[in-house]
RNA sequence: GCCCGCGUGGUGGAAUGGUAGACACAGGAGACUUAAAAUCUCCAGGCCCUCGGGCCGUGCCGGUUCGAGUCCGGCCGCGGGCACCA
């Protein structure tokens, strides 16, 4: 072999890994163990580009956790439950399980290829009957000590597809497959208790340093604590059974400014009312339709009906308020009713002005003059405020500390008490669909409820089942659902309904550490490997996934699981970025603009044109496209197609750029759309199967990494990949080179084995701070220096074997060619990681920048170890400095050893 | 509406408060070659220049500092998260 072949040495290394069996992880108490995590893959079909970075990244952790002494732990699974699957088997009439496996073979497949330092055989699925069941274990056991529980709740519900619709699947009010109006339903659902844990899933952020802020953030604003005030109004003329309402509210500081009193449709004296009352029931039920999305409600009008009821204020008994059933008001925040303060909130402002109700300003201003009737109405901030008349004569200040007041001057008077909420609500687990982990209870007519026993577990789910009809395909099974009821015996019914894929994937970090164990974990190998050191994963996952397992966590905690120092499983979190494409679209036959040429007029019509409904636009995949540099350095990008009819001859930029020409004349020409997330529908994707039979695993691994830093996204581009190829060709090339020479010892050798050491130090800090950009472009200039250098040939060996040492954390295959290239011992993805030597770090002369008052002037080269004063001597005598101070003595000499010296004037 | 983050060459991006633009892409010049590919060498922030160098420059305005891309305050722009949450 005489050049670099990727196909071959990755096979040839990959079947050396194997053969070692170096990525099995086994309890091992003599090493520290380092457990490290990507997020699992949904079983969509193929693999990503951005599987393709999330799993590197996770290798390069853990290859260099294997180079540094460390017991590694580096599983892969599949989150293989899910409505894809079941979309899939209703679309060509295939079986959910069938399709599911079918993708997870094609994607480990893919996956192999590149080389990860994966412990295989801890792989699972989520849907396999071993996983599930012993979720379904652990659900009996949250059941037992009451962290799982059923109620009724209103859900989205699709009428035709007769199914539960989560928020995102409603669309304009529509169901997104069947477009039937949902309606709003409430069903018997289990939810997990998350709420009870809320102050302690926000309290715990704290402990997570190794976590992005933005994330915890997120959770934090997720959770969302508020302290307010819960209090009465007392209804007058109330009708039995509500003599009162219960509002809380974060600004009872604004008390005094109250005009009316809102609840909302699902309140339960709105639903007394609705039930005397034909109007109230028409307000209600037309309330009620609103869709739950964000557009819904944004576009939503604030409707109230007056109810006729009147309250008074807490505050003073001759002041009554009327009450008013509103749509805007949600039944599960706070107490499902709100006192309306139009002064103050911008929604009951618009509220007061559409039913023509008072505007009270209880504020007064700092400075100027508010004007709370104005149009538009601007709500006063409280930071510019001082006091609030919360009673006649008596005021207190606003802000943070005004709400502790009136808090506790409400409650010194008996108007309610200050109450901590949370915006996190518990978790609805029930989905009325196939593909997912059945819940192990099952409905007796006597005894109602019951767990299933733990010895039936798993409770598989059914093979033979039709998706030809819409509905859940367990509730319509002839047989599956029929039982006997565990408790006594008599003929029961299985719950149908499957849980939440969320809860698959929330535990399954847990699973790896014992995935073959009786129980859901093994507490030993629990008690050794966790916790997960270092979790990777998209910022997509920020909230839900991330709270759910910290949830989980605690969870199995308390049910025996988990060991306490879990209670937290993920110690690090790193969120990557997406790999991003520019779009090819293809522009049509511009015949109907009725425009040639070019122009800005064209530009105009052209852009209407390209904007008009009727215009479905075309893509072009990256593969079917060229794209180059025109003569006016602008980038143009043509179909591949036409380029190759031109074959056996030589092609340059102006024959491209008059077939671009031709191209735009006929209105077809190809636009470069700039980066966007990669997407099948806009074609802008790349296959990494392609990628790697082209140019290897070790080129993709490396492009992937190099050019943007991990927490952001990165544009892949067929220059860039190929720039990376390039540059592991060379690496190769010079270590063959390196080893075929017999260049004596000689001078240079010290200054290369010093460059070689400053690399390792900069490397080594790279990686550990997820820096790979910056230690890529530190590899890349090492590469540089090694081969200009001029040393002997073992000195260049040396070198050229810590460069790949350095390397194998990225370009694991490329690392191990040369490193047995040049007599390296064993493997190595096992050699220990290198040390820079601090003496090696350290030059012998420093170049020392002069400044004068702050701008650099001149240059000095100075040994390094030359005292300070020293220093300022050569720097005063320096011609520039001379000139510069002109005789005069200078102000203040500053000299920063080993960096700058800067002369005062 | 509330909360958060980010603005550096043509591009992606480097830079513990200490020489801004490392490294790479795209670009330019050249060597080798019959030619191409491959490879190698060199140039490259902007504006001036007497070829020594000079001036300007990290979104804008101000501040702290001997020294600011970096710290502080205020704008402008872009991006993200949450959201009829009372």
Known sequence: MSRYSAAEIEAKWQQAWDTAGIFRARRDATRP????????????G?????????????????????????????PMGWDAFGMPAENAAMASGGHPKDWTYANIETMRAQMKPLGLSIDWSREFATCDPEYYGQQQALFLDFLDHGLVYRKNAVV?????????????QVIDGKGWRSGADVERRELTQWFFRISDFAEELLGALDTLDNWPAK????????????????????LIDGLEGHDRIEVYTTRPDTLMGASFIGISPDHPLAKRLEAECADVAAFCAEARKGGTTAEAIEKAEKLGFDTGLR????????????????????MDYGTGAIFGCPGHDQRDHDFARKYDLPIIDTFLPLEGAHDIHATPYVPLKSERVRYTRLVAGEEIQTGEAGVETAID??????????????????????????????????????????????????IRLPEDVSFDAPGNPLDRHPTWAACTCPRCGAPARRETDTMDTFVDSSWYYARFTAPHAATPTDMAEAEYWMNVDQYIGGIEHAILHLLYSRFFARAMQITGHLPAKAIEPFDALFTQGMVTHSIYELTHNQVDTGI????????????????????????????????????????????????ETNEGISINTQMLESAWLREFEAGTEVRIIPSAKMSKSKKNVVDPSTIIAQYGADTARWFVLSDSPPERDVEWTAAGAEAAHRHLSRVWRLASEIAQSDAPANPEDETLLREMHKCIDDVTKGIDSFGFNAAIARLYAFTNTLAKSQAGQAAKSTAARTLAQLMSPMTPHLAEDVWSMLGGENLVTIAPWPVADPQMLIDETVILPIQINGKRRAEISVPADLPESEVEKIALAHDAVVKALDGAQPRKIIVVPGRIVNVVL
């Open 311 to 330: 309250v008074r204020h807490p505050f003073d008994t001759a002041w009554e308020l009327p009450v008013y059933i509103a749509n805007f008001i949600l």
């Open 596 to 643: 040639a040429g070019s122009g800005p007029e064209a530009d105009t019509k052209f852009e209407e044109y390209r904007r008009s409904e009727t215009r479905l636009p075309t893509y072009l995949f990256p593969e079917d496209v060229i794209e180059f540099t025109d003569s006016f350095g602008e980038k143009k990008a043509l179909k591949r197609s036409l380029v």
């Open 215 to 234: 994330v915890r953030l997120m959770q934090e604003n997720w959770i969302g604590k508020s302290r307010g005030l819960q209090f009465a109004f007392g």
């Open 409 to 458: 001057f409400c409650e010194a008077k008996g108007v309610g008490q200050g109450v901590t909420k949370f915006r996190l609500r518990d978790w609805g687990l029930s989905r009325q669909r196939y593909w997912g982990c059945p819940i192990p209870v099952v409905h007796c007519d006597t005894c109602g409820v019951v767990p299933e026993r733990k010895e039936n577990l798993p």
């Open 33 to 44: 163990k380092y457990y490290v995590l990507e997020m699992f893959p949904y079983p969509s």
């Open 46 to 74: 193929r693999i990503h580009m951005g599987h393709v970075r999330n799993y590197t990244m996770g290798d390069v952790v853990a290859r260099y956790k294997i180079a540094t002494g460390h017991n590694v732990l580096h």
């Open 156 to 168: 989205n519900w699709d009428p035709v597809d007769m199914t539960v619709l989560a928020n995102e």
